[in-house]
């Protein structure tokens, strides 16, 4: 486990920042998702980072790509997201993330699908903006790199032609989108902005505004569009046409210097929720629309990262093994067999971590509190051995033990021995506690745990692997 930099005594090879150590530690002690930070709990996932990685690499290609992260909830999914949206940043891609929601799907009336075009833009994220809202900020980078050129080529910012070449360079480099469904509307606004953001008009940061809030796709028609715009626009971005804006960009983002836009959606699990048949297909039939986009090269530059559980996959009655079209492309081959691991096709799903993968998430875990606390921890390996082995001893823990709730329950520990210096590691755990489960079912309702309570073997120091 070269990638996750850990010894035996637990120790972390950098201090991490003290601002992204409080997000991190926050968001693991309430189980959910650190947006910040993700890479210093990173255990395991090796083959799966590759996998994600290639894609990467496709794209940056000109070609485009799909995957859909299955995984139980608490698996790691939102977390794995999370850790290739910033292997991404790191690499000069766009990002773009969202989580699906009743509010949010991919089609629907009523805004419904605009809302997540939305949520995707207020997310749209690049290496100097990492935390997103970085719309504006990559137009502004794009005319900068522009204006760059231009005096590479001895053409001085004082000389009277440099602004008329410059707009002419941005226009050259625009209308190669018109020929694109909606990139006739989408070149215009684009090219306005650079126009208002060179005036010394007085409206000039309101047109700016409106054009920012059209490629947001925050107008509802086109009169309010072209009343604050001045000028007339002959589409808006809206429920059905806002997956076509999303290659737009996608391009977009290749001719401003960067290597493509990746695209995170997870909680998919609502389109597996949705309670109208026809409502649930039309969501499918976006998904099949994006599926053969990227894997046939009609969406360059794009890559589409979907999370969600084995039932929004699986379910042959309400999951996308409902829907034929999706069913045929997605199920797994009949020689794919339990055992072999395959990574290439367009499902990854997320394994358990091994014993000695968990023990060093525990370990490294135990790292960072210490540094952040600037607590010393009397927690000894046998300790740390003696709690996982608790977790391990569930029934069911072989095949359904999450990361969440075993770090949740162990952050508690560590409050507790932090706040109570008479405490003893052995009183907080004593002999007979179980985790609290994550997992659910199809409903949301709690899973009842088997009666039948199987022989776990005792994991022990020898089996850990470093």
Sequence with gaps: MNENNINQNGSSPTAVPRRILSSLLSSVSAGVVPRA?????????????????????EINEGGGA?????????????????????????????????????????????????????????????????????????????????????????????????ERELGKRIYNELSELEFLVGGFDFARVILEYYKASTSDSENATEKMSACLRWLRGEYSTKTEAKK??????????????????????????????????????DECVNLYKIPHRVSRENNYEKILSMFNDT???????????????????????????????????????????????????????????????????????????????????????EEKLKFLNICLSRAGADSM???????????????ILMQNPDAKFDDIIGTHVTLKTDRSDDDGLPVAEPTNKEENRKFTANDIEF
Excluded at 246 to 258: D, F, I, P
């Design 37 to 57: 930070g993700a890479p210093y709990i990173a255990i395991g996932r090796k083959d799966e980072i590759a996998a994600f990685l290639s894609d990467l690499e």
């Design 401 to 415: 033990i999450t990361p969440r709730e075993m770090l949740r329950d162990y952050m508690t520990v560590l409050n």
């Design 295 to 381: 894997l046939q090269g009609r969406a360059p530059g794009l890559d589409i990262v979907f999370g969600g559980t084995p039932q929004f996959l699986e379910d042959t009655r309400r999951g996308l093994f409902s829907y034929e079209a999706l069913r045929s492309r997605l199920c797994d081959s009949k020689f794919a067999l339990d055992g072999f691991k395959n990574l290439i096709g367009p499902v990854i799903r997320l394994r358990r971590l091994t014993d000695d993968e968990l023990f060093a998430l525990i370990q490294r875990i135990t790292v960072l509190y210490s540094q952040y606390y600037n607590w010393e921890c009397s927690v000894t390996t």
């Design 66 to 162: 799909m995957r859909f992260l299955i995984g139980r909830y608490g698996s790691g999914k939102s977390f794995l997201i999370q850790l290739v949206r910033g292997y991404a940043l790191e690499r000069d891609f766009l990002t773009a993330d969202c989580d699906l929601s009743p509010e949010r799907k991919l089609s629907g009336s009523g805004n419904s699908a605009i809302a997540t075009y939305r949520e995707l833009m207020k997310n749209l994220a690049s290496k100097s903006s990492p935390d997103g809202g970085a719309l504006s900020k990559i137009i502004s980078r794009w005319i900068g790199k522009i204006r760059g050129e231009l005096m590479s080529d001895n053409i001085s910012p004082d000389d009277a032609i440099f």
């Design 228 to 265: 604050e715009l001045g000028f007339s626009v002959s589409v808006i971005i809206n429920d059905d046409n806002w997956y076509d804006f999303l290659k737009l960009w996608a391009v977009l983002s290749k001719k401003m210097g960067y290597r493509g836009l990746v695209v995170f959606i």
